[in-house]
């Protein structure tokens, strides 16, 4: 539906931010008293053209791993509002609920959960557990908390469901533990690549005939890391990653389903399009998508064009993951690949430089705000349609604050407790400024072109809906003044467009705004704001 001339559009969300500098600061108007309004501005310029269109959206997604297992069984008190947060889109009186999350991951554990101690993961809150029983046959009663997770997503609205393995089942490994001691090839057991690929297909036909839309199996984990202790995991080589994916894929087809299989889940980018470490598990996307590879895939039916890697790494600095974004966004291009991250949290590389204040001296907020510069570059340079945080809660411990979860957990008897003892949780800003993006961007909106002169302080990116009614800009401001939007254009007036923000602060969880049709547009210091124009 068009609403209106999109030339208008483009003239209308035409910006001039007004300036100031040590000589002297402009007069705020008065606008309703309004107590969000700012007290300092600065001079930019931003440009929204609808007409000049780039990806579009599949999803924002977290993961189930792993505290959900037995948040989702024992936190009873407490488990539905944490739900709420992670899954609602409703906004009640001006404050969303949550942050809308459009894909949920769920784990398909390999089994070390039923095996305790004897799994040798040394932390149970890292033991997963499968549906699998020790006679072969499948309890879906099993996986209770992740059940419970999954079922309040279907609930709350979320659309896409996406199945991931860190390891083979336990039953099926060569060193019968969901951990490996197989170096860098799979722990997989030679003769039973076959029955994986059917377990997890089986998983995936049980759950869609629940009434949930598994949209893709993601059957490898960071093949790059052999994964001998701490969790469950596998190396893999590119080959062997291959093997698996035709076993599923045969899998797939025999239970009638049309769900996709999602290859890479590369431990950085890097290894996406170049040889790092060992060629053997390096390069994947050659690999994977050269007709002639022995690792070829290009021709199953339920690959499509797709690959993920996760932004871990190669994110320390502004101009460092700029690039590193650009080159995959270019390998992408080359192969005809859809490109999604499927994983990031604040594990990277030092981040010494002075574009981060450290982790001592940082708060959360500052957490959250390097983490929309990851976002932003993930969606703009490297241009990927999914992006999902990896953690979607757990306990901070080790003076670690928000850098691994959106939700941070405390059990009973404090960070040292037993994760299964419920105990309290709290939303922290990483949750709010992914609900920056996760909330508004909605699986079918299409980046359009935002053009600035954007550096590491201050960005943004825009998005149109489906419909053509609705733009959705995110701008974050890491700098310690604010800016205010003024709207210069001709014509412009509220019957045409509405315009609310909301705004993620140390001091704002997704604060809404209401914008008079005579007012100005604000972005805070040290904020992340999302502005949407309701075009009618």
């Not at 554990?109 to 499948?138: C, F, L, P, V």
């Amino acid at each position: 539906m068009k609403l209106f001339d999109y030339k208008f559009l483009t003239l209308a969300l035409s910006f001039a931010f007004v300036g100031c500098s040590d000589e002297g600061t402009p007069e705020v108007p008065d606008s309703g008293n309004d107590e969000d309004i700012p007290e300092v501005s600065v001079s930019k310029v931003v440009s929204i053209n609808p007409t000049e269109k780039y990806q579009t959206i599949k999803g924002f997604g977290a993961s189930d791993c792993w505290s959900p297992s037995f948040v989702g069984k024992t936190w009873t008190n407490s488990r539905a509002a944490i739900t709420e947060l992670l899954f609602s889109s409703e906004i009640v009186e001006g404050q969303p609920k949550g942050i809308g999350l459009s894909q949920w991951r769920v784990n398909l554990g390999a089994g070390s959960a039923e095996q305790g101690d004897a799994s040798g993961i040394e932390d149970k809150a890292r033991r997963a557990e499968s549906y699998m029983t020790e006679n072969g046959s499948y309890d879906w009663n099993k996986c209770e908390g992740q059940r419970y997770f999954m079922s309040r997503a279907k609930e709350l609205g979320v659309p896409n469901f996406i199945l991931f393995s860190n390891s083979p089942l336990v039953q099926y490994t060569k060193n019968g533990k969901g951990l490996s001691n197989s170096g860098m090839n799979s722990n997989l057991k030679d003769d039973c690549y076959d029955d994986y690929a059917k377990y997890m297909a089986d998983v995936a036909k049980h759950y869609t005939d629940e009434g949930y839309n598994i949209t893709h199996i993601s059957p490898v984990n960071e093949p790059q890391y052999n994964w001998d202790s701490g969790q469950e995991g596998s190396g893999w080589t590119n080959d062997q990653v291959a093997k698996l994916a035709r076993e599923l894929d045969a899998s797939l087809t025999a239970n009638g389903l049309s769900t996709d299989i999602l290859l890479g889940e590369a431990g950085d980018w890097e290894y996406l399009y170049k040889v790092k470490n060992e060629q053997e598990r390096s390069n994947v996307i050659s690999a994977f998508f050269t007709p002639g590879s022995s690792a070829y895939v290009g021709d199953l039916q339920h690959v499509n064009n797709l690959i993920c890697g996760h932004s871990y790494w190669t994110d320390g600095t502004w101009d460092g993951m700029r690039d590193v974004r650009l080159n995959v966004h270019n390998k992408a291009v080359e192969s005809n690949l859809e490109l999604w991250q499927s994983e990031w949290s604040m594990l990277g590389d030092g981040y010494s430089s002075s574009e981060f204040v450290g982790y001592d001296a940082a708060t959360e907020m500052d957490i959250a705000l390097y983490m929309s510069k990851v976002m932003h570059n993930d969606l703009t340079v490297a241009q990927v349609s999914s992006w999902s945080y990896w953690t979607s809660m757990d306990v901070s411990r080790w003076g670690h604050k928000n850098r691994f979860l959106l939700i941070s957990l405390v059990p009973k008897g404090g960070e040292s407790g037993d994760i299964a003892e419920e105990g309290s949780y709290r939303a922290t800003p990483t949750l709010w400024v992914l609900g920056n993006y996760s909330r508004f961007i909605r699986p079918g909106y299409t980046r359009i072109n935002l053009t600035m002169n954007e550096n590491m302080n201050f960005f943004g990116s825009a998005w149109i809906s489906p419909e053509g009614d609705k733009i959705v800009a995110v701008y974050s401001n890491l700098s310690d003044k604010a800016v205010k939007l003024v709207d210069e254009s001709e014509g412009w007036s509220s019957e045409s467009v509405s315009v609310k923000t909301y705004t993620s602060s140390l001091s704002k969880n997704l604060k809404e705004r209401v914008v008079p049709a005579d007012g100005d547009v604000y972005v805070d210091a040290n904020s992340v704001t999302t502005v949407v124009y309701q075009l009618n």
